[in-house]
């Protein structure tokens, strides 16, 4: 635990991503072997779920500290991390002057114990390490036990660290990282050295990402050069056939096979070795569904024939990865495409795999056209690939853009405030805006994102000053403040008291040009449902 210590402290202390992996690749030479991997997990957010209730964590700390609980509710407010508040009040005692370095696995395994024991036993284990820990140790115990560590690197900084430390390709790491693996069933060797396609013929690749689109597409070159096609909302995922198993992963690395059954043939039916990159999606009447029809079918444990029926998925394919077990993402995108189209074509596969239609506009302006109108065509814009782009791995600029229609906009009041986390932890940042309905303004979308940090104080301090009531950490506010909220999707829903949910919703600007009683109401709302429906008949 020590030396990771010393490499969260590192890293906390720099901003240099060359630092960084520096950092990353000493520790992996001088840390114990145990304990590589572990680190390796934590760093890419690879970490065990919190095993105890947060509530038995501030009566313990309340015991240990002889700190009020209400005033170590207030503390939290104000901190805004539970897990460092915890570090802040415990007491430092003469005890902890004799450090066991305890080693990063075994405070693994106390974490993941401590899900089957009763709340003493669980509270006699963490006092044992809040007695033994301190400072930072202490601090970083407290975020893996809240489940909520986050070390500032990035996953590609990981990667480049470990590439160096072992002498691998970047790729190659990136690809061996895949999936849900765990510290305790892995090694160094058998995770980085053993034969990937013997041993996890499971795997999927790293995912090829695309940029959003940043510049004139007249700059992109002859609209020929690129494949251009919609930009469908559904799940990014790689469908694979190795070894007579199919497995189904989706971008976020979960393994979604039970999820997906309408998949399920194709393990009979594809050729070994195939990977194929796509979009999965509902499928009704020869076109897409909306993505909340997509969600009806991700929250269910068992898919019953009438969910089936109601939310048939497909996976639009637009890219194939492996062909006869060789890894062909080094050819040219035209001629991946060529070999995919043959697959498709030679397979009975038409019913669940769709091959993306590559869509032909006469010139960047054509193509603009259709991107503005995107929604009724069910896209949100378009994916523009050069024709001779390779597969790369993550987000790389220059062959991949995506040009996303322009999101809808709506006018709300704020209600609610909340305080944010992290460096915003004593500002209210956190959002809930209200819309009219009936001369009432009623709650329709939540949003933290969008302002600069001098708005930010400038609406915290007028939060503060026209608080009206507080529920804990939320406080309603004087309804007096407009905010244009911008979002990808709008659907009805039982479940919200506006009887709408969006998707995506972020802050746009703030309108100080408009009173509240200008700002929009549950039948805007309502209308940009219907148009969107009218539209796609």
Known sequence: MRDFEHLFEAIDSTTKTSAKVSAIAQFLQESREEDKLFAIAVLIGNKPKRPVKTTDLRLWASEQSQIPLWLIEESYYIVGDLAETISLILPVVAAKSTYVDTSLRKIFEDIILMRNLSSPEQRDIVIGY?????????????????????????????????????????????????????????????????????????LPYPFYLAYALDKDPDDLGAINDWVIEAKLDGIRGQLIVRKGELFVWSRGEDLMTEKFVEFEPLRDILPDGTVIDGEVIPWKDDKPMDFAVMQTRIGRKNISKNSLLAAPLVMVC????????????????????????????????????????????????????????????????????????????????????????????????????????????????????????????????????GLTDKELHVIDNWIKRNTIEKFGPVRSVTPTLVFELAFEGINLSTRHKSGVALRFPRILRWRQDKPASEANSKDDLLNLIAERDESIR
């Not at 140790?137 to 909520?148: E, P, Q, V, W």
């Not at 909340?418 to 004593?426: F, I, L």
């Open 130 to 202: 809040w007695a033994q820990l301190q400072g930072t140790a202490l601090f970083l115990f407290n975020k893996l036990l809240t489940g909520n560590l986050r070390v500032g690197v990035s996953r590609k900084l990981v990667v480049k660290a470990v590439a160096s430390y072992l002498d691998m390709e970047e790729t190659e790491i990136e690809h061996r990282l895949m999936g849900k693996w765990t510290p305790f069933e892995e090694t160094m060797e058998s995770l980085f050295q053993e034969n990937v396609q013997e041993t996890k013929h499971f």
């Open 318 to 449: 637009y890219d194939l990865l492996e062909w006869e077990g060789n890894d062909i993402r080094n050819w040219p995108l035209s001629e991946r495409r060529k070999q995919l189209e043959l697959l498709l074509s030679n397979y009975p596969v038409s019913h669940v795999l769709k091959l993306s239609q590559r869509l032909d506009f006469d010139d960047w302006t054509a193509a603009e056209s259709y991107r503005k109108e995107a929604r009724t065509y069910q896209s949100e814009g378009l994916m523009l690939k050069h024709q001779d782009s390779l597969y790369e791995v993550g987000r790389k600029r220059g062959n991949w853009w995506k040009w996303k229609t322009d999101p809808m906009t709506i006018d709300g009041v704020l209600i609610y405030a909340q305080s944010g986390h992290g460096r915003r932890a004593n500002l209210f940042t956190d959002y809930t805006f209200a819309v009219w309905d009936g001369g009432e303004l009623v709650p329709f979308a939540k949003a933290y994102s």
